[in-house]
């Protein structure tokens, strides 16, 4: 499976120290231009900068230029760089599915037919895969973070993980 992924799912998979997983759950990972700009330049020394540059450099991640400028560009308008680039490149190069938390750049990329998987879609592949034991315990680490979720879909979570 190769995917396409945005900044937050990378970030958050990183924090909650899981990033090394991915290679379980997907044969590559693509990412945009300003994704590697916003975890591995501007993210210089902060989480998960040492795990995309270790990706990249192990060749499970590969950083790609996105073709069409004016898609990103429109799409910038309401969402940030890294989210309209991700995107465009999922449509672009046929990806199986595109990471991404993003609520309105979901939209978006489900209105584009992009398969979506964001943090939590991670944690409960990791679960089913016997991985993870629990989805909980990352669940709210995460929510530690900053991570946000709402109360009704924390619980519709838990119970799609069985816990």
């Known amino acids: 499976m190769i995917v396409v992924s945005n900044a937050s799912p990378l970030i958050n998979i990183s924090r ?15 990412i ?8 591995a330049e501007k993210g210089a020394g902060r989480t998960g900068d040492t795990e995309v540059s270790a990706g990249l450099k192990s060749g499970f991640i590969e950083k790609k230029r996105v073709s069409n400028a004016l898609a990103v560009s429109a799409l910038s308008e309401f ?3 890294g ?8 449509s672009e190069i046929s990806a199986d ?10 939209i978006v990329a489900q209105s584009m037919k992009l398969h979506i998987i964001g943090t939590i879609g991670i944690l409960l592949e990791l679960k089913n895969k016997n991985i993870i034991p629990k989805v909980k ?20 979570v838990l119970q799609k993980a069985g816990e």
């Open 16 to 30: 909650l120290k899981l990033f090394h997983h991915l290679l379980a759950l997907y044969e590559k990972l693509v």
């Open 32 to 39: 945009p231009e300003a994704v590697f700009i916003e975890v």
């Open 83 to 90: 989210e309209a680039e991700a995107i465009v490149l999922a």
């Open 137 to 156: 315990p990352y669940l709210n680490e995460a929510i530690k973070y900053g991570f946000r979720i709402s109360p009704d879909l924390y619980n519709k």
């Open 97 to 106: 599915a595109i990471l991404l938390d993003d609520n309105k750049a979901r």
């Open 79 to 81: 969402f940030g760089g």
